[in-house]
């Protein structure tokens, strides 16, 4: 069944900006650039660690760990350097009535 949150306003959210979102057992990565929105787990593949955390690459649409400097792409989930070599899930997100949606199948 399919999850649907209604995390906070559009406008609220800086573009560049990440947020952490927990929705029921799932730890999500909120990215915005520009006007866009990507959505990725919020869980490093190397280890336990908050991409929400690290920086946003806006040019590159990558998420950056902090940790080690694994860039994950924010539409793949594919990380784009080492360390880690294990993709990260990727979630449908979208604007419904100014508010951030995300969805998780
Ligand atoms: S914990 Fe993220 S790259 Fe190592």
Redesign the pocket.
Known sequence: MTMVERIGKFEDMAPGSARQVIIGPYRIAVVRIDDALYAIDDR?S??D?SLAEGEVLCHEKQLE?W????AFSLETGLPQSF??IKPVSVYEVCVVDGEIEVRIP
């Open positions: 490093c190397h280890q660690i760990c940790k080690h400097g694994s360390p880690a």
